[in-house]
């Protein structure tokens, strides 16, 4: 297939023309056009993830319990996605190297791709953050998407990342969730900066420039009270 990312970064989405007979997979909703004989159905399966137990895994890590697969016909295809959130979209070609990505972070990918819950995952849950990790692997293409642009760190040796701006990562690093270096945890929650997660190891960091729970919980506090 071929990928296009248009009207970058804040408000980017993907286009792309898929080969005959290609099939595309995709977060529910995140269809925006497509050519009308392109044909659509609704699956849990996921590779590793697949079945009923694979949907409630990706419900449980913030996805849709539904994908979207999307299938060319012998023409040939188009279609247009794009995120939920305002920023950007990232293409990320999977070979050897695996990738781990924040589950909202998601937005689509062709059907060699496996994706699945990973220790990763549970670990966060249990530091008491309200985020899930995904494990991807397998060979093809991967569309990424955050709030905000997407910038790319490389990272040999260590590195220190707010939580909240985490899009992926490569398999080739490991992380722990700590406080910042330099307070103790009393200090770190009221300064603002919380968690932080410290990268190890050589390979690639993506990262987002806005965060949005951060972002939620400004416009929040901006809100009239509701009235019955």
């Known amino acids: 297939m071929k990928i296009n990312i248009l009207h970058q970064p804040d408000c980017a989405i993907a286009h792309l ?30 590779g590793k993830g697949g079945g009923i137990f694979g949907g409630l895994k990706r419900s ?16 040939g295809g188009e279609i247009f996605l794009s995120p939920k959130m305002l920023g950007d979209i990232f293409h990320y070609q999977l070979r050897e190297t695996g990738l781990i990505v924040q589950a909202t972070s998601y937005l689509a990918c062709s059907a060699q791709v496996i994706l699945d819950i990973g220790v990763q995952g549970f670990k966060s849950f249990f530091s008491g953050e309200s985020f899930f990790w995904l494990d991807i692997s397998g060979r093809g293409d991967l569309l990424l998407s955050s709030f905000g642009a997407i910038y790319e760190i490389f990272v040999e040796g260590e590195y220190i990342v707010d939580t909240g701006h985490i899009v992926a990562f490569e398999k080739s690093l490991t992380f722990e969730i700590t406080k910042p270096p330099g307070s103790n945890w009393v200090s770190a929650w009221l300064s603002g900066e919380g968690v932080v997660c410290r990268f190890k190891g050589r390979g690639r960091l993506f990262c987002q420039t806005h965060n949005p729970q951060a972002f939620g919980q400004l416009i929040g506090s901006q809100l009239s009270a509701r009235t019955e």
């Open 60 to 75: 449980l890590a913030g996805e849709s319990l539904f994908l979207s697969v999307f299938r060319a016909p012998s023409t």
């Open 17 to 46: 023309i898929l080969k005959p007979g290609e099939d595309i997979l995709a977060e529910a909703g995140s269809m925006i056009a497509m050519n009308g004989d392109m044909q659509v159905s609704t699956t849990l399966r996921r």
